[in-house]
């Protein structure tokens, strides 16, 4: 399963939206955020062809598709936005 690609500014707005909706203990421990919300977090970055600098990327690796599609449509909104604005 492909992973969610989000830009650093939408994965702060969408942590902070499941931070009110979950303990803090869920985003502290991989297996629990893997059983509860259905994803584990990895942060990526690599050189993009033209720029000097190094771009960083949040890759979310899903392993439920259910889970995956849920999320992709209550955050469609965040992930369309390149500014992770709402």
Do not use: A, C
Not at 26 to 46: A, N, Q, S, W, Y
Not at 57 to 66: K, P, V
Request: proline share 2%; aromatic share 10%.
């Amino acid at each position: 399963m492909r992973p969610v690609i989000l830009t650093v500014e939408q994965w702060k707005t969408i942590r902070t939206e499941l931070q009110t909706e979950h303990p803090k203990t869920v985003f502290m421990l991989r297996d629990k955020m893997k059983r509860v919300l259905g994803f584990t977090v990895r942060e990526h970055k690599h050189w993009d062809e033209g720029v000097v600098n190094m771009k960083f990327e949040i890759h979310l690796d899903f392993y439920s598709e259910n889970k995956r599609t849920m999320f992709l449509l209550k955050f469609s909104e965040v992930i369309g936005n390149k500014h992770g604005e709402l």
